[in-house]
């Protein structure tokens, strides 16, 4: 496999496969690329496609190595490669061997808003925000390994005493059930392995070796199942990085970095130093800022780009002129244009550019003067409309008449609106499923079911069960908009659903805005019927008309396509931890202030673990950029109603700017750009 183009580190890193190895792989430094043409370097030396795992953390990242990959060693071996998510292996490995722990071949797997609706039932409540605190409470138990009892014994309040009863009471149903939520595809593969030998085994034989990217990412259970994959072989390569760990708030820990050396002391250590993606000056801030953490393993960034453009700071007197100054940057840099080495300038994108924030609320007025400007924008990670609550709990409906053997939209719709079908009828039907290896709705019509349930409850299962026929054979016989749009609308009469968002939100104007996105998803609905949808470019084309259930029975592409949007020439507003992995030529990085970042509530302790994962945040915010940097900084910001004063964030000392060239004097640069556009002119005009 052709490794001609890397450098000394990465070739190390490449050809480094005597034992267990450690990639430190600073920010742009080449790290998929170390990863997949490792991959060829394996299949090179004997291993087959099928022995190899590379594990990431999103399907996008591992899409994106399954291409590279299959760019490098070719379609057919790239085929059988084992490139995916920790949860994703979970899910292979608890299908192939799941009934080791008494799970049927067909469980279901809970999202997250199916595990809201049974924590609420389980803890006896109706108030959302306590059961997704529940929610956060048992997914961090979960991620550290620990079971309800011991939650309970480590409790350090009353609140967790609670939380930890509830889960117990959240684990019962999930096994009657036979369901899992997404922290069990990574907790039970883990308990398997450790107390099942020939299973263990079996996983160590069939993946011989294994590549973890983004290792500083993963939790404490995430890291055991590692150790049980690799075993005491433990031939794998961990890519890394230590002073981009910042998911501590959802169990990421950097303690997994700090215990390799320790566990494994054979461990070679290969730091990927030499950045291929920011000029020097931008790496220079980064480094000094991270060099304030205690350092795990040395490393200082470096790139051949020169360097560059100097770091700017930009002081503003509140949020509504520091939106202004961003909106006037893009517009200044965009107008300018850089040039390139042949003295040509080069077109500069809207998406080329990034505003960059710590918290999601600081989105709002930035957007609005991008709105203003006429500037084209897409707000990176805000909740998509597929995946609010109502549109899921109606698209579960649709998925269950299309597949009847979909156990989690059964779950779903059977308990949205609630009918009076409670957790004990549905764990004794999950039980007799389970035993008879047929699905929950096949279930509900086995004769025999009448031996485990009592009539009432059989009754009301019957009657659910019928009117799923019923609705099956009216969205069958039920074609284009005009014929749909009242038959959708009288199913949710049927199910009262308009009435279950009013019950089940305390707040009114946030139950009849839930009901109006229901109504849009409806009309979505109608319009596709009509044979109305929207091609790439955004228009409305007309195709043929359909009935209900075939746009049901195409939903979960419509989705997958929603969800995954197409390329745009847009700038991009993110969060900090949303921007991780991605780059930009020019970013914009704002709110830069105590109590922003780092960002600091007010019940809330500044500990040195929480300070140390706030400084690794900035470093990841500074190398996003690739040509430019401004940092920019409130004189005067709002906290709550109130204006209270600004103090610079220390991070910014801490990047040792030269104060000559970082703080950006406005006049001067307007100057600048005048001067530019008039000698631009000038050239343009014709001689004589």
Not at 69 to 74: D, F, N, P, Q
Not at 235 to 247: E, K, L, R
Request: hydrophobic share 40%; with cysteine; glycine share 8%.
């Amino acid at each position: 496999m052709s490794s001609a183009s890397l450098n000394t580190a990465q070739l190390q890193a490449v050809h480094y496969l005597q034992g267990p190895c450690l990639v430190l792989a600073g920010a742009g430094s080449g790290k998929t690329r170390v990863i997949t043409t490792k991959i060829g370097r394996l299949l090179d030396a004997g291993y087959a496609p099928a022995q190899i795992a590379a594990i990431t953390f999103t399907n996008k990242a591992a899409q994106e190595m399954r291409e590279r990959a299959k760019a490098l060693v070719g379609a057919r071996a790239a085929q059988h490669l084992v490139i995916s998510t920790f949860h994703s292996l979970g899910v292979r490995i608890l299908r192939e061997d799941g009934h080791r722990l008494g799970l049927k071949d067909k469980f279901s797997i809970l999202d997250s808003d199916d595990v809201l609706g049974i924590l609420r039932e389980a803890g006896g409540t109706s108030d959302a925000a306590t059961a997704r605190r529940w929610q956060w409470t048992i997914s961090l138990w979960k991620n550290q390994g620990l079971t309800a009892e011991q939650a309970e014994r480590g409790a350090s309040n009353d609140d967790e005493v609670v939380a930890a009863r509830v889960m117990q009471r959240y684990q019962e149903r999930l096994n009657a059930y036979q369901a899992v939520d997404f922290d069990d595809l990574i907790g039970l593969p883990t308990a398997l392995l450790a107390r099942d030998a020939e299973a263990r085994e079996k996983w160590q034989r069939t993946l011989r070796y294994v590549l973890v990217d983004e290792y500083q990412d993963t939790n404490a259970t995430q890291y055991e199942l590692l150790k049980l994959l690799v075993g005491e072989r433990a031939m794998f390569t961990a890519v890394g990085d230590d002073d981009q760990s910042i998911y501590g708030w959802r169990g990421a820990t950097i303690d997994n970095l700090r215990r390799l050396p320790q566990e494994y002391p054979q461990l070679q250590v290969i730091p990927l130093e030499q950045n291929y993606r920011s000029t020097g000056n931008i790496l220079r801030a980064a480094n000094n800022v991270i060099a304030a953490n205690p350092k795990l393993f040395d490393k200082k960034l470096w790139s051949e780009y020169g360097d560059g453009e100097p770091v700017r700071v930009v002081e503003c007197d509140n949020e509504e002129h520091e939106a202004e100054r961003a909106v006037a940057r893009i517009q200044g840099i965009r107008g300018a244009g850089p040039t390139g080495a042949d003295g040509a300038a080069k077109p500069v994108e809207w998406s080329d550019f990034a505003i960059l924030y710590r918290a999601n609320h600081q989105a709002r007025i930035f957007e609005q003067a991008l709105r203003r400007a006429q500037i084209p924008y897409k707000v990176s990670g805000g909740q998509s409309f597929f995946d609010r609550a109502e549109i899921k709990d109606l698209c579960a409906w649709l998925r269950l008449l299309v597949n009847h053997d979909d156990d989690p939209a059964f779950l779903r719709a059977v308990t949205t609106p609630k009918r009076g079908i409670g957790h004990q009828t549905l764990g004794s039907l999950g039980e007799f499923a389970g035993k008879w290896k047929v699905s929950l709705y096949e279930a509900l019509f086995a004769d025999s079911l009448a031996s485990v349930l009592k009539d009432r409850a059989l009754g009301s299962l019957h009657e659910f069960g019928r009117y799923v026929n019923d609705l099956e054979y009216r969205f069958r016989h039920t074609t284009g908009s005009e014929a749909a749009k009242p038959v959708l609308l009288e199913w949710l009469k049927d199910i009262g659903y308009e009435q279950h968002l009013y019950d089940s939100e305390e707040n009114e104007k946030l139950a009849a805005s839930r009901w109006s996105n229901v109504l849009d998803f409806i009309d979505w609905v109608a319009r596709r019927c009509g044979g109305e949808i929207e091609n790439d470019g955004g228009m409305t084309v007309q195709t043929e008309t359909k009935s209900v259930l075939d746009v049901a029975q195409s939903i979960s592409v419509i989705l997958s396509l929603a969800e995954r949007g197409t390329e745009q020439n847009v700038v991009t507003l993110s969060t900090l931890h949303a921007s991780k992995g991605l780059e930009w030529p020019h970013v914009v990085l704002v709110g830069v202030n105590e109590g922003l970042l780092p960002f600091r509530s007010e019940d809330d302790e500044m500990t040195p673990e929480r300070l140390e994962e706030e400084r690794r945040l900035m470093y990841v915010g500074i190398t996003r950029a690739r040509q430019t940097l401004a940092v920019s900084l409130l004189k005067r910001r709002k906290k709550g109603r109130e204006f209270v004063q600004g103090v610079p964030s220390r991070f910014i000392k801490e990047m040792k700017l030269d104060e000559k060239t970082a703080k950006e004097d406005p006049r001067e640069k307007l100057k600048a750009l005048r001067a530019e556009f008039a000698a631009r002119a000038a050239a343009a005009k014709p001689a004589g």
